[in-house]
C-alpha cells in the first residue's frame, strides 16, 4: 500500500499552494491513498529499456518566424483583472 | 595560517536576445510602450493560451553554443519549471533542463600566463520573468504593501549559460565575463548591457583546502551588476568563508543579494527554500531537432572570436593592451589604424583612454584618417586631438584641419608667456626654488591655460624650469 | 415543423439552404426549448447569420461569452480572443446557441464535478449523461443543440456520447487545435465533435480539423470524406479480448456490443481476435499519473492575479492559497495533489517517468494491433449512464468508467462512440478505434453500422 502521510498531504498542497482544511487534509489523505495506491501499478513493469513518451506525436521544429504581432489593448489586458493600479495589476505583496 | 585555501567558482549567466518578438509569443521584445502594452493571452498565461517558438531565438541559441565550442544537441526538449511568483504568471517557466540545446563546451579565457580554458556545462534557451514593483512608503521590499507587475518583459527570450566550476580566483571570473560578453555582443544576439539588465549573471563561491578535490558548501551571489563590482564581491566572500573555516566553523548554505548602487555595504542574505521545481517535458511543444545544414550554415557565419583575437594582439602588444582593446570591442579599428600606418602602441593607447572618453561607435571610423592623427598626436593640441577623436565617426571626417593645428614650440614665442606666469605668482616661485619641485606642473598648467592648449608641453616644461631656476 | 430532437445538421442545411427555414427560426427552435437538463452553463442570444446553431462545452474560450470550465475560480472569466476551433465555426456561420456544463476542468466522468451542479442524462434524467462533456452530450440527444463540440483527455467526448446515445468522435491527437483551449492535460487534451449521426460528426469534425500556427502540436490533415458505403467489405475489424472480457462491463453492454460486431461481420467485415494486454491492465494508472500531472502545473496559473476568482490574503502566497482553496473542487484539487506528488523531487522516476514508459508500452501495443487490423472495437462504457450521486463519494470508482477509452488516448488515436442498441432501456455504445489520422476509416465503418443499426437517437421518453 503507498500510502500518503498526512505530512506529504500538506506538502504537496504547499507545493501547489493549496491551502487544506483539517478535514480536507484527513479526507485526502484517504483518497489520495486510495489512488496513489492504484497508479503505483505501474511500479510492476521493468521497462528500463522502453523510452518515455512525452507525447503521441513524433513530430518537431514547429517554431514561427519572429515577425511581431499586434498586442492586446489595455483594455483587453485588464478586462478580468481583480485589480488594477494604473496599468499595472495589482496584488498582493510578495 | 596553516593552509592554503582554494576558490571554486561557478558561474551562471543569463544574456537577453534582441529579436524582434519575444520566445514563446510574437509580442514585440525590447523597451518601449507603458506597462503592459507589449502582451498577449500568452505572455498572461490567460486560459487556453499556448506557446509558439521563435525561431531565430533557436538559432541564435545554437550560434552561441558554437561559438562556446558547445555539443548542439540532435534533440533539445523545453521543460517546465513550476514555482509561484508574481511575475511568473503561468506558474511555469518554460526553459530546458535534462536536455539542453547546447552542452559540453569551453571558453578560453586568454591571460598574461597563457590560456584558462573555463567549461560550458551547458547554453540553453528559457525565457524571462515579467518585472515587479514592489510598492511600499519606504520603497523597501520587506515593507512592500503592494506588488505592481508589468508583463512587458515577461516571455522574452533568454539564454542561459553554465560554466563547470572551473574558476579559481575573482580575477578570471571577471575576464570571462568580459569576454563572454564581448563574444554575445559580436554574434550580435544581445547589447549584453549590465546596466539595462540585458546580461545578468550569478556567481557560485565555495573554498576548499588547497590541492583537494572537494566542493564544500557554496554561496550564491546575485544582483551584481558591474564586472568590477563581481570581482570586489567574490574576492569579499572568499576571504569571508576562509575567515569562517579558520575560525573553525562552517559555511551556511545561502543566497547573497547585492544592492546595485551600493557596493559597499554588505548584501542581503537569504537562507535558501528548498525548491522543487517539478520539471517535466513542455506537453505543449515539440522536440528541437535542428537541421544538419543549419547548424553549419550559423557556424559559418562567426568570425574570428575574441579571445582569439586577444591571443593574436598579445604578440604585437601586452597582453594588458590586448584584453583592453578586445573586450571592448576597439581591436578592430585598432588594427585598421595599425595598417593605415600609426604605431601599434600609440594607436593602442588612444583608443584605450581618449578614443573610449569621446563615446564613438568604433565601427563610424575612418581609420586612415585618425592614423595620421595618431601618428602626429604629439605635435598637435590636445584640445584639438580630443575634438577630431569626437568627430572621428562623422561622415566626411578628415585629419587635414586638425593637422594645421600645430603646437606652439617656439621658445621665442612662449617665454613672455612663462615670464608672465611666475612674475603673477611670486610666493610659488620662490617655494619652487627652495625644493618645491612640485610646483613646476602649476606653472606648466598655468602656461598650457594661457595658450589654450597649444604649447608644446615638452618645451613648456623645459623653459618654465630654466625660467624659475634662473639660467 | 422543426423536430429539435431528431433533425440533423445535415437535413438542417438543407433546410437553410432551399429557404424552408431561417437561420433564426432554427437557432430559436433549440434555443426557446426549455433546458430541464442543466446542459447549459450558459445560452447565447441569437448572434445571427444564417449557419446552423451550435453548442460548445465551457472549456472553450469564446470571446465576450462566459467561459468557466464548469470552475468557480472562473466564474466571472470573460476571454478576449476566440479559440481556434470557436473561431474555426464562426468562419463557417456556426451560430453559438449556448455554453454546455462539464465537469470542473473537464475533469471526471459524470458531469458532477461541475461547480455548477451535474447535468441530467436525457434518457433518465436521474441519471448522470457521463462525463465530463455530459452538457454537450445531453444538449444534442435532448434536443437542445443539432451538434456540439465537447473535448476528450481520457473519454470525455466518447463516454459521455454512449451514455446518451450519441455519436462523438474524439480526434487524432494534433489533428484539432487546443488554441484557446482551457487546458487540463495538454499531451491528451483533444477537442471534437457530437452529433446525432455520423455524417455530422464528420462534417463538423472538417470544420475544425486541420494545423493551427498557434498550436504547435498541430499537423495537416487528411481531406475528409463524408462516408457513404452501407457495407464494411474489406475492413479488418480487431476485437481486443482484454477489453471486451474486463471486470466490470455489464452483460447487457456486452450483449449489444456482441450483437453489432456480428452485425459488421454480416455487412462483409473480416472480423478478429486480438489482445491489448498491457494497455487495458496499465491504462488507467498511466492516466492518473500523466494527465494530473499535466493538469498540476495547466491549473496552476489559476492564482487569483490576473483573471478570475480572487481570495483575500495578506501576501502574495497567502492570496493564492486562499484562491485556489475556495475557487477549486474536490476533484480539481485531488489531481493537483496526486501530480504534484507524481513530479515531485524523489517521486518523478517511479511515478511521471515511469508511466511515460508505460505509455510507450501503450503505443507499441497498439501499433503491432493496427497492423493487422484496420480499426478495433470494443464498449465505450463499462455501463450504462448510473445513478447521480452513486459514485461521486468514491473517486477510484469514478475513474474506473474510463477503463475503455483510456488505453487509446494515451496512445494518440482517433475512436468514435456510436449508439449500438440499449441495455435497461438506456444506450449503450460502441467503441471504433483507428491508427493516428484514420478518422476516414472509423467514419466509413460507424457509417454503415448506423445504418445497419438503425439505432434511434431520440430519448424514448421525449419521443
Ligand atoms: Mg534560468
Ligand atoms: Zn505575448
Redesign the interface.
Known sequence: MAG?SKD??LH??R??????SED?VAR?QE??S???D??????E?D?AD????????E?EN???EDEPRPC?SLD?VF?????RDDDY?R???? | MSETWEPVIGLEIHVQLKTETKMFCRCRNGFGGGPNTQTC?VC??????????NRRAIEEAIKLGLALDCTIAARAVFH?K?Y???DN????QISQYDEPLCSNGRLAVPTADGDVTIGITRAHLEEDAAKNVHVAASGRLHGATA?L?DFNRCGTPLIEIVTEPDIHDADTAKRFLQLLRQTVVELDLSDAELEKGSMRFDVNVSVRPAGSGELRTRTELKNMNSFNFAAKGIEREIARQIGIYEAGGEVQQETLHFVPGEEDSPPIRSKEEAQ?Y???PE????PVHPPAALVERLRAEIGELPGARIGRIADTLSFYDADVLVTGGLDRLWSALVGAGADAKEAANVLSNQFVAAGVDPGTVNAAELAKLVAARAEIPRAAFDEALSKAGDAGFAAGPYLEQKLVADAGELDPVIERVIAASPGQAEQFRSGKEGLLGFFVGQVMKETGGKADPRIVNERVRAKLSGT | MIDALRLTAEEAKKLLDAREISGAELFAAYAERDDDLHAFLYRCDDPGGDGIPIALKDVI?TKGVP?T?GSKI?E??????D?TVAANCKRHGLRLLGKTNTDEFAMGSSTENSAFGPSRNPWDPARVPGGSGGGSAAAVSGGLAPWALGSDTGGSIKQPSALCGNVGLRPT??TVS??????F????DQVGPVAKNVRDCAYLYSIIAGRD?????T?EVPEVELPTAQDLKGMRIGVPTEMNEADGIEPGVSAAVRKAIELAESLGAEVGECSLP?SV??G???Y??VAP??A??NL??Y????????SD??????????T??DG?GDEP??R???G??????GY?D????????????I?REHAEVFEKFDLIVSPTSPTVAFAIGEKAGN??AM?LNDLLTIPSC???LPGLNIPCGLSEGLPVGLQLIGP?FAENTLFRAGHALEQALGFDVVPERLR
Open positions: 500518503i506529504e498531504v504537496v498542497a507545493l501547489a499552494r493549496l491551502e487544506l480536507e485526502f483518497q489520495l486510495a489512488i496513489l492504484a497508479v503505483s501499478k505501474v511500479s513493469l521497462l522502453v523510452p518515455p513518451t512525452a507525447h503521441p506525436l513530430i514547429a517554431w514561427a492586446l483587453d478586462a478580468n483583472a481583480p485589480e495589476f496584488m498582493p505583496p510578495a | 493571452p498572461l498565461a490567460f486560459p487556453g493560451a499556448l506557446p509558439v517558438p517546465r513550476n509561484f511568483y508574481p504568471p503561468k506558474a511555469y506588488t507587475v522543487d517539478r520539471y517535466f506537453p505543449d511543444l515539440v | 474560450g467561459t470550465a472562473l466571472s472569466y470573460l476571454p478576449v480572443y479559440a491527437y494534433g487546443r488554441f484557446g483551449v482551457v487546458a492535460a495538454s499531451s491528451l500556427a498557434n498550436d504547435t502540436t499537423v498491457r491492465d496499465y488507467v494508472a498511466c492518473y499519473l500531472a499535466e498540476s502545473s496552476a496559473r492564482d487569483g492575479a490576473r483573471y478570475g476568482l480572487r490574503g495578506d501576501d502574495f502566497r497567502e492570496m493564492v492559497m486562499a485556489r482553496h477549486l484539487k485531488r493537483i495533489m496526486i504534484t506528488y507524481a513530479l515531485s523531487s518523478y517511479a511515478y511521471y517517468g515511469k508511466a511515460q514508459r508505460v505509455r510507450t508500452m503505443r473517486p477510484l475513474y494515451m496512445a494518440g493516428q
